[in-house]
């Protein structure tokens, strides 16, 4: 027998005269430019298609912009989307799954207060039958009486079970909070709106609203883009309109202010959810504000999770994240903690909003949030799936690819000084409002005590 010795990782990043120096990064270059093709076809659909020969697959993710205005349009829009496809005059439920089991395809529909999603991936070899079936979805959606009323009955009960969790409350208060009428604060309907919902009224909102015009298809995958083009023009010439898909309604800019203690009687946890205006991705300034985000609470290794989570144990995970519309952009922070520790943690995070902007990210900081910034965005694109999601983004604020490539240029151009002007323009405590949501009993004498909150 003969022994082996092994070494833990700790002790092979170690010489005796201490740490092993890591190789120094390269220099960021722009990524290839890959072939695609990004078009307006006749009927007004944008169309880009983008050759990614990884897998032998192609995916496809179609958004239609989706608003509207009246008392229903919520759960009128999600039956809507739960029943597109069961059933048309040509294919019914069975067949839709059968036709797109047979080339190794899947496609399903959400909606929220924006657009109307409908994604899928097939085969390379079969996006012609992919296409089809979106098609005779798009064009001849029938549905039928019985598909409406099963679906309904399955809104009721998923809207039901949502409106219990904490997260869910958190957000609508939230909503609320930012928004309070506008069409994009009510992101789900009410459980009791649903039985409101006749056929009829799902047959006309098609009709309406589920339009080609203002609308944006992406194809990635292992096509010929030209090919993949000429395909969908084909495939969908017979989705035609004279008016244009109905776009969400401008939002009011943001007013900073007190946060709000949301009630939720006997909670043992809270939420905490803080949000400011910022800029949108168009903005030069973005990718500034991209890593000062970083540096705050945009990453595990930040600032805020350092303090909150790590140091002090108030919670297990703490975010923070920007929220892109097509005309405005925010930034949100995120907590959930034990409500004995609610009022501390609301303090520390507002500290830590204030500490970025009187004590600015290190140059070490920049630099590890600068790298984070550039390989999560090239990782999160390496795939088909995530490279055509991120594609549906950009192009709804009018971007195309050219924006995804140079993306990593301009976060590696900058510098420690423009990341804390970032931070003294967006993150300052004073530009933010928000709500906490937990037992006002006991949260009250505390929050009460410390300012900042209005209480119920």
């Not at 006749?42 to 192609?58: D, F, Y």
């Not at 995958?221 to 004279?242: I, R, T, Y």
């Not at 909003?353 to 600015?360: E, I």
């Not at 983004?393 to 000084?417: H, K, N």
Request: contains cysteine.
């Amino acid at each position: 027998m003969t022994s082996v010795s092994y070494r833990t990782a700790e002790q092979i990043g170690h010489t005796e005269k201490g740490p092993r120096p890591l190789p120094a990064l390269g220099t960021q270059t722009a990524a290839a430019q890959p072939s695609l093709v990004d078009t307006v076809l006749p009927n007004g659909l944008r169309v880009i298609a983008v050759r990614k020969e990884s897998v032998p697959m192609v995916e496809l993710r179609l958004r239609i912009p989706f608003a509207g205005t009246e008392r229903l349009h919520a759960a009128r829009a999600e039956v809507l989307a739960n029943t597109l496809l069961t059933g048309t005059e040509r294919r019914d439920r069975t067949q839709f799954d059968t036709d797109l089991a047979a080339v190794g395809a899947d496609l399903s529909s959400v909606v929220d207060p924006e657009r109307l999603s409908i994604g899928g991936s097939a085969l390379a070899s079969g996006l012609d039958v992919l296409l089809d079936v979106l098609a005779d979805a798009l064009t001849g959606a029938v549905y039928r009486d019985d598909e409406v009323a099963r679906e309904s009955e399955r809104l009721v009960e998923r809207i039901t079970m949502a409106r219990s969790q904490p997260s869910v409350i958190a957000r609508e208060a939230l909503q609320t909070h930012r928004y309070g009428d506008h069409p994009f604060a009510k992101e789900m309907p009410e459980a009791g709106e649903i039985g409101e919902v006749s056929p009829e009224q799902v047959r006309a909102l098609h009709k309406a609203s589920v339009l080609p015009r203002g609308s944006l298809l992406v194809l990635v995958g292992d096509v010929d883009p030209d090919a993949a083009v000429a395909a969908v023009g084909a495939a969908l010439s017979g989705w035609e309109s004279d008016g244009s898909a109905v776009e969400l309604p401008k939002l009011p800019v943001l007013t900073p202010g007190d946060v709000h203690l949301v009630h939720r009687a006997g909670a043992v946890q809270s939420q905490i959810r803080l949000s400011a205006q910022t800029l949108p991705r168009t903005d030069p300034g973005y990718a500034a504000l991209q890593v000062a985000n970083l540096v705050f609470g945009g990453y595990f290794s930040s600032r805020l999770v350092e303090n909150i989570r790590e140091d002090k144990g108030y919670t297990y995970g703490a975010h923070s994240y920007f929220e892109f519309t097509k005309d405005s952009a925010t930034v949100l922070v995120e907590a959930d903690t034990a409500s004995g520790v609610t009022p501390a943690a609301f303090w520390e995070t507002r500290y830590e909003l204030g500490r970025l902007v009187l004590s600015p990210p290190s140059a070490s900081e920049v630099e590890n949030a600068r790298q984070y910034a550039i390989g999560s965005l090239l990782t999160s694109t390496s795939s088909q799936s995530g490279l055509c999601a991120t594609l549906v983004a950009l192009g709804a604020m009018g971007l195309s690819y050219e924006w995804l490539r140079d993306q990593p240029l301009r976060i590696a151009a900058v510098t420690a000084e423009q990341v804390a002007e970032a931070a003294e323009q967006h993150f300052a405590p004073t530009r933010f409002t928000g709500i906490v949501v937990g037992d006002a009993d006991v949260l009250a004498p505390q929050f009460r005590a410390i300012g900042g909150v209005v209480l119920p």
